[in-house]
């Protein structure tokens, strides 16, 4: 069992930037591809980042040259710094983790962290 837990969140001017924290619970965080993904009001939940264990990142069109996802697999963390928030970035941000192994897949999601970017 993962839990995580979203922080960082909050309201910023268009043009600001917001860090977002997401913190895991367990031993083996390391072994999971993490991800952060977002839901605006009457909008499906989205990817907007991930990194693979290895390190390896992916990113929406949306928010590349923008966002930056990281981890430190030391202290169970991932972050999202977000730079040049656009309105179009507010909605309800979640950390998730996915490890697949045979047979089994195991995703974890965290509560969210609101963000809203004004114009």
């Known amino acids: 069992q993962v839990q995580l837990v979203e922080s960082g969140g909050g309201l910023v001017q268009a043009g600001g930037s917001l860090r977002l924290s997401c913190a895991a619970s367990g031993s083996i965080f390391s072994m999971f591809v993490m991800g952060w993904y977002r839901q605006a009001p009457g909008k499906q939940r989205e990817l907007v980042a991930g990194i693979t264990s290895g390190g390896s990142t992916n990113y929406a069109d949306s928010v590349k040259g923008r966002f930056t996802i990281s981890r430190d697999n030391a202290k169970n963390l991932v972050n999202l710094e977000m730079l040049s928030l656009k309105p179009e970035d507010t909605a309800v941000y979640y950390c998730?983790?996915?490890?697949?192994?045979?047979?089994?897949?195991?995703?974890?999601w965290g509560q969210g962290t609101q963000v809203t970017v004004s114009s």
């Open positions: 998730n983790a996915v490890r697949v192994v045979p047979g089994i897949q195991y995703d974890y």
